[in-house]
């Protein structure tokens, strides 16, 4: 069973950093797409950013372009998404997912064939 575990989730005041990390835990972490959602409390799930096959092809939501970077390291079988300047608006459960082989949509979470539990991230002052 390939399950994902998201982790680096915690409290930071606006203008900080924080680099959550999604690891696969069995398979072959190259054949999979990855995405980072989030969900903040009453709203719903929304894309946030993902990976391709192809490191060079990725994918952000405007609110987080220039401020966020999803990157892969195949050898160890993780993605991360590295998130710079938080601002209050960033906080919510940030969840990772996988899609294997085959047709994509990096915005749409009914293309994605495995998810993350969750991880927590807090912005406030």
């Known amino acids: 069973q390939v399950q994902l575990v998201e982790s680096g989730g915690a409290s930071r005041q606006p203008g900080d950093s924080l680099r959550l990390s999604c690891a696969l835990s069995?398979?072959?972490?190259?054949?999979?797409?990855m995405g980072w959602f989030r969900q903040a409390p009453g709203k719903m799930r929304e894309f946030v950013s993902a990976i391709s096959w192809d490191p060079s092809i990725t994918y952000y939501r405007d609110s987080v372009r220039g401020r966020f970077t999803i990157s892969r390291d195949n050898a160890e079988n993780t993605a991360y998404l590295q998130m710079n300047n938080l601002k209050p608006e960033d906080t919510g459960v940030y969840y990772c997912a996988a899609r294997y082989r085959g047709s994509w949509g990096p915005l749409e979470t009914d293309l994605y064939d495995y998810w993350g539990q969750g991880t927590q991230v807090t912005v406030s002052a």
């Open positions: 069995r398979g072959t972490f190259s054949s999979y797409a």
